[in-house]
């Protein structure tokens, strides 16, 4: 009977050592899945930016085209309307007050100026989420080879992740040309 007893209280203890180990790694695993996860969002940001970037590139270069037009087109009928006045200083006071009112306070200057900021605004939070994916690649790298951790999840396949570096080469979609017609 006490033979017994010693033999199930041995098999209790295995069988809760074995169960610890099981959490302890299962812990450890899914700490690294929450740390990848974490690394895959942190590049989603960083692409979502970049793609903000592109669209407010093509905004802002059709404002300044469209811009430039519009006060071409007013500068061009003031001259015009001083040529045709045959030096009548009246007549080209009022053509002049006449174009102004023609043309209302141009406000695409202001979207102008509001995408400029946009686009610096933009650029920062690029390399603010750049800054916070090299954090969850170091914090992540960090975690994979530290012992005990990297004995349970080499065995598991979880390698340490390599940084990604700035690739400066002009992608094919990048604006060529901007102010051509």
Do not use: W
């Not at 209790?12 to 929450?34: H, K, W």
């Not at 811009?67 to 002049?96: M, P, Q």
């Not at 695409?108 to 939070?125: F, G, P, R």
């Not at 994979?144 to 999840?153: E, G, I, M, S, T």
């Amino acid at each position: 009977m006490k033979n017994g007893k010693m033999i199930l209280i041995s098999i209790a203890g295995v069988l809760v050592v074995i169960l610890m180990c099981v959490f302890a790694v299962n812990g450890v695993q899914n700490r690294a899945i929450s740390l990848e996860e974490q690394i895959k969002t942190a590049d989603s940001d960083i692409k979502v930016q970049e793609k903000r970037r592109v669209d407010l590139l093509y905004n802002l270069v059709d404002t300044v085209k469209e811009y430039d037009k519009h006060e071409y087109s007013t500068l061009k009928d003031v001259v015009d309307a001083r040529g045709s006045s045959d030096g009548d200083i009246s007549e080209v006071t009022t053509l002049i007050a006449a174009t102004a009112e023609a043309y209302p306070d141009l406000k695409s200057s202001d979207n102008y100026k509001q995408l400029m900021n946009e686009l610096s605004i933009t650029e920062n939070m690029i390399a603010e989420y750049r800054s916070n994916y090299n954090k969850q690649i170091k914090e992540y790298n960090r975690y994979v080879r530290k012992f005990p951790n990297n004995q349970f999840l080499s065995m598991l396949d979880y390698e340490s992740v390599v940084y990604t570096y700035l690739q400066y080469d002009v992608s094919d979609d990048a604006p060529q040309d901007l102010f051509e017609d």
